[in-house]
């Protein structure tokens, strides 16, 4: 049979197993779930209009107070609701236990249970003093139309120097959030290929299989198949992500422009950094012949992996500082950091293809080296086995 028909079939051997685990499927149908849910309780808590604004009155308010507080809420950009109350003790026990915001008393006083807010001040304020005026123009024999131009609020002009981008922003968060999915996976699938790997040295299926076919070929297989499982859980939980971004009302931001994008960051990235893991981690899972040695064997990829999501998070602030700038350059944590610095804008062409092409010989390196571990370490079940054993088994 073709070398690489054996791969096909021992990777769809791998893929199968894996994928139709119930822990698996489990875990995959709730991480879905409670992503498509975000979208709608963002919604919830924070969409539409917002809550109003209660404010308590007591005793006599100037004519045409309540008109007037839902003319001034609109310039303050609020919904204001109001509550009238008998007497001030009642005000003051809805204000403590917070029915209300805030409490005006007697059209001159404007009672918080705490802290002051100075917005709310503002408004009360500015209404009081708009219907007072009003009332004494009024008074006065001066028209109703000159009275509203009299007391119209003068425009005024808001302009900023610098605009905020809430796309830019949108894109550094998104591609940060990606690149906390990739170090997960990465660890996540890694570890499964070791495991894999144990797994078959402690229930001797591995001699039966090598019987018909050759180390690397089982090895290769078993990067594959984990690998493709890996990149159907990306799928569906990007999908998910995608999806729950639709359903949020994120105003100003552009979830096709920013979201396609990623998802295909996170894709690339991910076969990228898992090629340059998994081989790591099927040749310390081929050193140990029991589950019990793994979790010491497997620090060594993880001790690797770890600075990487530092770095990441460092990159989310910094984007553009040194220690980002060269961890995107290194194969062992580019596929973690240059993802948030290409969503911030400030990684050059230059140091994309440093990047890229970093790590495809470290993982051609590690393809190499992790190959001929496997292939002495794999039929060893005497304990753990060290590195240079393998190594020097491998060349017998």
Do not use: C
């Not at 915001?101 to 009360?124: P, Y």
């Not at 005024?156 to 940060?176: C, M, P, R, S, Y």
């Not at 989310?316 to 969503?343: C, H, K, Q, Y």
């Amino acid at each position: 049979m073709n070398p690489w028909r054996q791969v096909g079939l021992l990777a769809k051997r791998e893929f199968i197993q894996r994928a139709t685990s119930k822990p698996f499927l489990i875990t995959m149908a709730l991480l879905a779930v409670v992503i498509l849910a975000i979208g709608p309780a963002v919604n919830l808590f924070t969409g539409g209009e917002g809550e109003s604004t209660k404010v308590g009155t007591v005793g006599d308010t100037p004519p045409g107070f309540e008109g007037e507080l839902q003319n001034q809420a609109t310039l303050f950009d609020m919904t204001v609701e109001t509550v009238a109350y008998s007497d001030r003790s009642e005000a003051e026990t809805a204000l403590t236990e917070g029915d209300v915001a805030v409490v005006l008393a007697g059209g001159n006083e404007i009672i918080f249970h705490t802290d002051a807010s100075s917005r709310l001040t503002a408004l009360l304020h500015s209404t009081v003093n708009t219907t007072v005026k009003a009332e004494v123009l009024s008074e006065l024999g001066v028209p109703e139309n000159e009275i509203a131009s009299v007391l119209a609020p003068v425009p005024v002009e808001v302009t900023t120097l610098d605009e905020a981008d809430v796309q830019d922003e949108a894109k550094k968060g998104a591609a940060f959030f990606g690149a906390i999915a990739l170090y997960i996976s990465i660890i996540m699938f890694g570890q499964f290929v070791a495991m894999g790997t144990v797994e078959e040295k402690q229930n001797r299926v591995v001699e039966v299989v090598l019987s018909r076919v050759r180390p690397w070929q089982v090895l290769v297989g078993k990067v594959v198949g984990i690998g493709a499982l890996g990149l159907l859980q990306l799928a569906i939980l990007a999908g998910a992500a995608y999806a729950s971004a639709q359903l949020a009302d994120l105003a100003d931001i552009d979830v096709a422009a920013i979201g396609l994008p990623i998802i295909a960051s996170v894709f690339f990235w991910f076969i990228l950094g898992y090629t340059f893991y998994a081989f790591l981690y099927a040749a310390v899972g081929s050193t140990v012949s029991r589950q019990e040695d793994l979790q010491g064997a497997i620090m060594i990829p993880i001790a690797l992996i770890l600075p990487g999501y530092i770095l990441a998070i460092v990159a989310a602030e910094n984007p553009d500082g040194p220690i980002p700038t060269i961890g995107s350059w290194l194969p062992p944590w580019a596929p973690f950091v240059m993802p948030v610095r290409i969503a911030a804008g400030v990684a050059q062409p230059w140091e994309l293809g440093v990047a890229i092409l970093g790590t495809m010989i470290g993982a051609v390196l590690l393809v190499w080296v992790g190959s001929r571990i496997y292939a002495g370490a794999l039929l060893r079940t005497s304990g753990k086995v060290k590195f240079r054993e393998a190594w020097r088994a491998a060349a017998e």
